[in-house]
């Protein structure tokens, strides 16, 4: 019996390359279809998340998360789990991999790659609309496509955003997000909003905005006008429609139409924009992403 890898964060994360992951997500999208199963159970504002998917000639990972907002008040990470790695050709557990460099990598580089396909190649401004590690992440990410972009930040809470400017420099703080939102290029939503905060009155042509903080039934990030004057694209069409507010409720209403949400990456050649289209990317995760994630890092392990 093989012995498992146990890829700690750090360790791991300094043999990583942000478009050697989107690569990554590249091919493996090229790869048989992936069946996935999603389970979520909810205690109030609780969640748990347990993914799992199997790719043929690739895998199978099992991550397990849990979601506890109210940790932040005690000092504790909100986001909690582990990722295990298996052999597609035995079902040995080839690895056990730091949930947070999963995570982290899986969810920063899912949004990279739909940017690489539909943001404007000569965007300049980015706008962070929340302060988390998310948003954090993000900031490394794009860094690697857009190289000289200038980044700027807007949070509900004034203090998390001086807080991130001052641990990443060059970073600007936004006051009124109304004005910041008209400025952008592109635009990434990464809160814990139940209620739209990007309303569609505020947006321009030419603009791209990254979907990324709800994950519940109950969530939005934009509200029924933003998502009508944009091409809608997801990154899962499995793992988004029915399981996320942010098109499940505006689905349900009449707001939008089905045929309306143009493609996922399993569609590659279907991701495309003009200079005047305003995009919208709905990153809504997905074990099959997490499956992706953690071969290349398995890979980029073991050398």
Request: aromatic residues 8%.
């Amino acid at each position: 019996m093989t012995t498992p890898a146990v890829i700690p964060f750090e360790d791991g994360e300094a043999r990583l390359d942000w478009l050697g992951l989107c690569d990554a997500f590249e091919a493996g999208h090229r790869l048989p279809k992936a069946e996935i199963a999603d389970k979520f159970l909810y205690r109030g504002d609780d969640t748990l998340l347990n993914r799992s998917a199997w790719i043929d000639g690739l895998g199978l990972a099992v991550k397990a998360a849990t979601i506890f907002p109210g940790n932040g008040a005690n000092g504790l990470p909100a986001i909690n789990g582990a990722v295990n790695l298996f052999s597609d050709t035995t079902g040995e557990l080839e690895a056990v991999v730091d949930f947070h460099l999963v995570t982290k990598w899986k969810t920063a580089g899912d949004s990279l790659h739909g940017a690489r396909k539909l943001a404007r190649p000569d965007s300049q401004k980015i706008l962070l609309v929340g302060a988390g590690t998310v948003a954090r992440s993000m900031v490394e990410a794009y860094g690697a496509v857009f190289p000289n972009a200038e980044f700027t930040v807007w949070n509900r809470s004034p203090e998390g955003a001086a807080r991130m400017a001052e641990d990443i420099p060059g970073l600007n703080v936004a006051a009124d997000l109304e004005a910041a939102v008209g400025e952008a290029d592109i635009i990434l939503t990464a809160t814990m909003a139940k209620e739209p905060v990007i309303r569609g009155e505020w947006l321009r042509p030419g603009q791209h905005l990254d979907l990324i903080g709800a994950f519940r039934p109950d969530m939005r990030e934009v509200d029924d006008a933003a998502l009508q004057k944009a091409r809608i694209f997801v990154d899962s069409f499995e793992t988004t429609l029915d399981h996320i507010g942010e098109l499940k409720i505006p689905l349900a209403s009449g707001a939008i139409r089905r045929e309306d949400v143009i493609a996922d990456y399993y569609s590659p050649e279907a991701f495309t924009r003009s200079d005047d289209d305003i995009t919208i990317l709905k990153n809504g995760g997905g074990a099959h992403l997490d499956l992706m994630c953690a071969r290349y890092i398995h890979q980029a392990w073991a050398g």
